[in-house]
């Protein structure tokens, strides 16, 4: 199939890309990497009347420095993430998740913004970036907002980001030099969307322990329980019964799926402890 019929724009800057989605009332999708949005608009399960091209916008492009945090413009590619190898202080786990983001081909043109609003359960930012603890920076026609990565998405290809809004950039925290983390996802093929994914963030020196699963029916699920144990420093090494227990909280699994995010909440454990 081919995509339905369509009117494309390019605006100069953000604030036009944001008046012609106000205009759209609606009809209108922001275009970055396109990714997931082109094979979208080719099986015709997205049907938007106007797409809005923001990835060529320099100010959605930068990564910078924002001082406890990287400001990460959400037109920023994994591949320019997983490249800023070594230039990233305290951002060792954002490169490495970016890393293992499907295909090279795939990573020089998807964009960490594109993931966050497309908004897919499996996908690898929305899981990695709760777990951060990173925030979400939206901008509309009412000025700038930030949200938590981990309540963005409200079910699968949902979010909380109005019509008339778009993503412009991810705030991450930079991990301390104590900071230990975790990342493990199971694929049937490499590059392949995960069946069941986890993820784990400790650090002290900011006394934050976060745990959660990914590639749900919904968004990453947080383990707190868990997490509250590791703090405690009632798990020094983590156990199978510690992650079957921990994901049981978890409904809707039927008992294969269990045992696979069980499987990799233990990985991404093991990572996370013994770093």
Known sequence: MKAAAFDYARPRDVGEAISLLVQAKGSAKALAGGQSLGPM??????RPGLLVDISRLEELRAIEDAGDAWRIGAAVTHSAIEDANGALKGGAMLVEVAAGIAYRAVRNRGTIGGSL???????????????????????????????????????????????????TAVLAPKLSGAARFGYFKFCRKTGEFPEASAAVV????????????????????????????????????PTRDAAIEATAT??????????????VLLRALERALAR
């Open 41 to 46: 608009l080719n099986l015709r399960l997205a």
């Open 117 to 167: 609003a497309h908004a897919d359960p499996a996908g690898d930012w929305p899981l990695a970036l709760a777990a951060l603890g990173a925030d979400v920076v939206l901008r509309g026609p009412a000025g700038e907002r930030t949200i938590p990565a981990g309540r963005l998405i409200t079910a699968a290809f949902t979010t909380a980001i109005q019509d008339d809004e778009i993503v």
């Open 202 to 237: 400790i650090d002290p020196e900011r006394d934050a322990v976060r745990i959660y699963l990914g590639a749900l029916s919904g968004p990453p699920h947080a383990l707190p329980e868990l997490a509250r144990r590791i703090a405690e420093g009632r798990l020094a090494i």
């Open 250 to 263: 978890v409904s809707g699994l039927d008992p294969i799926e269990h045992r696979m995010h069980a499987g």
